[in-house]
């Protein structure tokens, strides 16, 4: 325009300046620690070691607690609070002033609410760690503008949404971990291939597509864990040859079918159980030279073992194969004398399977073996070869049809010292197979004959005089003997007897000591009357508890025998039953919301303790209030383990349909498919039981069918509703936990099996 004229450049120069002034401002040190001040101060709860934060130390920030400055500018650029157990959000974090951050941790906190969007500003960082917390609702596309991002974690929290596909620009991103949240499934086409990609982690979501097709595209992958899901369809075999640096594959539980995975050289870790994958192990799985772990447990595989799985040790030169896990599934044939060659060989089942022929000599050359089982097949197991397994677990021979055939089959064993070898045999395996003592042997013979008790009691008394076993306790620490509780309640008088149920009569005992236990008594001189499934049942729980060791579960001193009648002997808990603290006066109050929380807490640690840290998994079979004990701080106990069965996970090797009505999953009536997935179910009514005070009733079934909720307003619907309404509502931090406790009762108590949670992942959720 004529007449006006431009301002000199020189001029510009400086006005162009003043429009960084305030981004320089905003990112000095003492802006930065002004920011970090303010948003300590939203927490709800913070520790002592960020004392450091305060306006009277704010010229020291590179040396506050869980910073580190950059030696030039002395601004921040790392913030480090993982495992602070911190209780906030970052709703109130002021992003603007950490723009050069390079790494942001807040791994192993109690950040709840959602992730801001505005973190997508913080274009420098390399390292995002937000795993361990309770972040909500959706993941922000804007963390796909992180564009310098290398590890990138949300594990393990409460996101929900499908994953933005903005995620897959970040190119240079190394480690992409999302697992144990609540992600739903995204447009996998839209996703593009990460070539920087080494660890994927997507498990534990409600991803329900076939195999996406973008991780076929990332061929730097060592790390695939896509376990826990519902993923389906077959996988075509160019995705595996596409990932052919793979190390970990982990693709448990879902609903993966066809033929196994092949070409994978590089793998030294498979877990593919609990799938429908079919058809026979491939010959070629020995050309796996580096595998350490093998577990293909619960599908349809068919077919014989593979010699080759006994060349691992030899091809590789390497002590190194310390895994294998074939167990429920219906391979057939003999098992391979090869598999003696895996020296190094620690876990081995094969259990649940339709194996014949004889356990090869070879496995006692295995000394690192330490867990081990063959039951439920169609094996011999020869006397000379179980010689070698002094220190079997009792199950580990069980269901074998031939368990002691071929007596004078080849044996290794020193024949100089094959008697002392069948006497240490006959007390460390054969004793424990039937039950740990002579108790068992008695059930067994009592199965038997228990059309004639009469003459199989007086057979007893004569062959093993029952009389002196008034000492049988187990633990060591125990300071009684059966016999003083015996006079301490005056030899069972009907005064004493705190309980009665379909396996006898329960007892309280005060003794001498001060110390209070509790008695369960079995009249196996009434046993026409008793069905058979009831003395197998209470042999179960004589095996099962004397192994156990959690503080959620209850403790047996030992049991005993005494004139034609067993009995367990445990610790004694003053409030009884969950079902009778929470219908009686003590459900008003004392039952609490913070004491309920703790109760269903404390039912998921020791139900995630029976389904993932025993080997083999423990299914307890019957949860309901009335078998979960309160101790006087109402620390909850699991009880009652007379229909717990050491089953591997998803078994179907059952005869009878075991548990209580209204707490059974409804795929027993149909399937009698017992798996761990059933306490799962029973877990998700007790909690939603201890949460309502009431039984949940029919409302199961038509909360169920209101698919079309989210999880949120079902979590709304329920708590405005359906919470006990003897108790004033929930508030603050209390409510968010029962919000998620009903959503995780929720998930458990789905009809399809497949889409519960595991225990361990809802003790997880729990714990956090």
């Known amino acids: 325009m004529k007449g006006v004229q431009k301002p000199p450049i020189f001029l510009l120069l400086p006005m162009s300046l003043l429009f960084l002034l305030p981004l320089n401002a905003a990112s000095s040190p003492r802006t930065q620690a002004e920011a970090l001040i303010s948003w300590k101060n939203d927490f709800a709860s913070s520790p002592p070691s960020l004392n450091s934060w305060s306006l009277t130390n704010i010229n020291n920030l590179c040396n506050w607690t869980a910073i580190v400055c950059d030696h030039n500018t002395k601004a921040i650029a790392q913030v480090d609070l993982s495992n602070f157990n911190i209780t906030a959000t970052l709703t109130h974090f002021h992003f603007t002033p950490f723009l050069n951050l390079t790494q942001f941790n807040l791994n192993g906190n109690n950040f709840t609410g959602p992730i801001p969007s505005a973190i997508g500003n913080l274009s420098k960082l390399t390292t995002l760690d937000l795993g361990n917390n309770l972040f909500n609702q959706e993941i922000p596309a804007q963390i796909g503008m992180l564009t310098e991002l290398q590890y990138l974690s949300f594990f393990?929290?409460?996101?929900?949404?499908?994953?933005?596909?903005?995620?897959?620009?970040?190119?240079?991103?190394?480690?992409?971990?999302?697992?144990?949240?609540?992600?739903?499934?995204?447009?996998?086409?839209?996703?593009?291939?990460?070539?920087?990609?080494?660890?994927?982690?997507?498990?534990?979501n409600h991803f329900s597509s076939e195999f996406p097709k973008f991780i076929s595209e990332c061929r730097n992958l060592t790390f695939l864990d896509l376990s826990t899901n519902f993923f389906t369809g077959q996988i075509p075999a160019q995705v595996f040859t596409n990932l052919g640096k793979l190390e970990y594959l982990n693709l448990t539980n879902n609903?993966?079918?066809?033929?196994?995975p092949s070409n994978l050289p590089k793998l030294k870790h498979l877990h593919l159980a609990q799938n429908n994958f079919s058809g026979a192990i491939p010959e070629d799985i020995g050309k796996l030279t580096r595998l350490e772990v093998l577990d293909l447990s619960n599908n349809n595989l068919t077919g014989e073992i593979p010699p080759e799985l006994g060349t691992f040790d030899k091809l590789t030169g390497i002590a190194n194969f310390y895994h294998l896990d074939l167990s429920s599934n219906s391979l057939s044939g003999a098992i391979p004398s090869s598999l003696g060659k895996l020296t190094s060989l620690k876990v081995f089942n094969v259990s649940h399977n339709h194996l014949s022929g004889d356990i090869p000599s070879a496995f006692f050359k295995i000394l690192s073996l330490d867990s081990y089982d063959f039951s439920y097949n169609n094996l011999t197991v020869?006397?000379?070869?179980?010689?070698?397994?002094?220190?079997?677990?009792?199950?580990?021979?069980?269901?074998?049809?031939?368990?002691?055939?071929?007596?004078?089959?080849?044996?290794?064993?020193n024949p100089s010292s094959r008697l002392s070898k069948k006497k240490k045999f006959l007390i460390g395996v054969l004793l424990p197979v039937c039950g740990l003592s002579f108790?068992?042997?008695?059930?067994?013979?009592?199965?038997?004959?228990?059309?004639?008790?009469?003459?199989?009691?007086?057979?007893?008394?004569?062959?093993?005089?029952?009389?002196?076993?008034?000492?049988?306790?187990?633990?060591?620490?125990?300071?009684?003997?059966?016999g003083e509780v015996v006079k301490a309640i005056e030899d069972?008088?009907?005064?004493?007897?705190?309980?009665?149920?379909?396996?006898?009569?329960?007892?309280?005992?005060?003794?001498?000591?001060?110390?209070?236990?509790?008695?369960?008594?079995?009249?196996?001189?009434?046993?026409?009357?008793?069905?058979?499934?009831?003395?197998?049942?209470?042999?179960?729980e004589i095996r099962t508890l004397t192994?156990?060791?959690?503080?959620?579960?209850?403790?047996?001193?030992?049991?005993?025998?005494?004139?034609?009648?067993?009995?367990?002997?445990?610790?004694?808990?003053?409030?009884g039953s969950l079902g009778k603290a929470l219908y009686g006066i003590e459900g008003v109050t004392e039952l609490g919301w913070a004491t309920r929380l703790k109760i269903v807490q404390g039912l998921a640690y020791a139900l995630?303790?029976?389904?993932?840290?025993?080997?083999?998994?423990?299914?307890?079979?019957?949860?309901?209030?009335?078998n979960v004990l309160l101790d006087s701080d109402f620390e909850p106990r699991l009880s009652d383990f007379g229909t717990a069965r050491l089953i591997s996970v998803n078994s179907s090797n059952w005869t009878h349909i075991v548990g209580?009505?209204?707490?059974?999953?409804?795929?027993?009536?149909?399937?009698?498919?017992?798996?761990?997935?059933?306490?799962?179910?029973?877990?998700?009514?007790?909690?939603?039981?201890?949460?309502?005070?009431?039984?949940?009733?029919?409302?199961?079934?038509?909360?169920?069918?209101?698919?079309?909720?989210?999880?949120?307003?079902?979590?709304?619907?329920?708590?405005?509703?359906?919470?006990?309404?003897?108790?004033?509502?929930?508030?603050?931090?209390?409510?968010?936990?029962?919000?998620?406790?009903?959503?995780?009762a929720l998930a458990c108590i789905r009809t399809c099996p497949g889409s519960r949670p595991t225990m361990l992942y809802v003790a997880q959720k729990l714990s956090a």
Not at 187 to 202: C, H, K, N, Q, R
Not at 698 to 705: G, N, W
């Open 156 to 204: 393990n929290n409460n996101l929900t949404g499908v994953i933005p596909s903005q995620l897959s620009n970040l190119q240079k991103v190394q480690f992409f971990i999302l697992g144990a949240n609540y992600l739903e499934t995204p447009d996998w086409s839209e996703f593009s291939g990460m070539p920087s990609l080494t660890y994927l982690d997507l498990s534990g």
């Open 255 to 260: 609903q993966f079918p066809g033929p196994l």
């Open 382 to 413: 020869p006397i000379p070869i179980l010689c070698h397994f002094e220190n079997a677990p009792p199950n580990a021979f069980a269901g074998n049809s031939g368990m002691f055939g071929n007596l004078h089959g080849p044996t290794e064993c």
């Open 439 to 482: 108790v068992a042997i008695t059930i067994a013979m009592i199965l038997m004959l228990r059309k004639n008790p009469k003459l199989f009691i007086e057979e007893i008394k004569i062959s093993h005089n029952f009389e002196t076993f008034e000492s049988m306790i187990l633990q060591e620490k125990v300071k009684f003997t059966f």
């Open 492 to 540: 069972f008088h009907d005064k004493y007897c705190i309980g009665k149920g379909g396996f006898g009569k329960v007892y309280k005992a005060e003794l001498p000591s001060s110390q209070v236990v509790a008695v369960k008594r079995l009249n196996m001189c009434d046993s026409n009357d008793i069905p058979a499934i009831n003395l197998q049942s209470f042999e179960n």
């Open 547 to 575: 192994n156990l060791r959690h503080r959620n579960i209850i403790r047996l001193y030992g049991f005993c025998s005494r004139k034609g009648c067993v009995f367990l002997l445990y610790e004694y808990l003053e409030r």
């Open 608 to 626: 995630s303790y029976l389904h993932h840290d025993c080997s083999p998994p423990i299914v307890h079979r019957d949860v309901t209030v009335n």
């Open 660 to 744: 209580s009505f209204g707490y059974m999953a409804p795929e027993l009536a149909f399937t009698m498919r017992v798996t761990g997935k059933c306490d799962v179910y029973s877990f998700g009514v007790v909690a939603l039981e201890v949460m309502m005070g009431r039984h949940p009733g029919d409302m199961l079934e038509s909360q169920l069918s209101e698919s079309s909720k989210s999880r949120k307003d079902n979590a709304e619907f329920l708590l405005k509703n359906l919470l006990d309404q003897r108790l004033e509502p929930p508030s603050d931090e209390l409510a968010k936990t029962v919000v998620l406790v009903m959503s995780l």
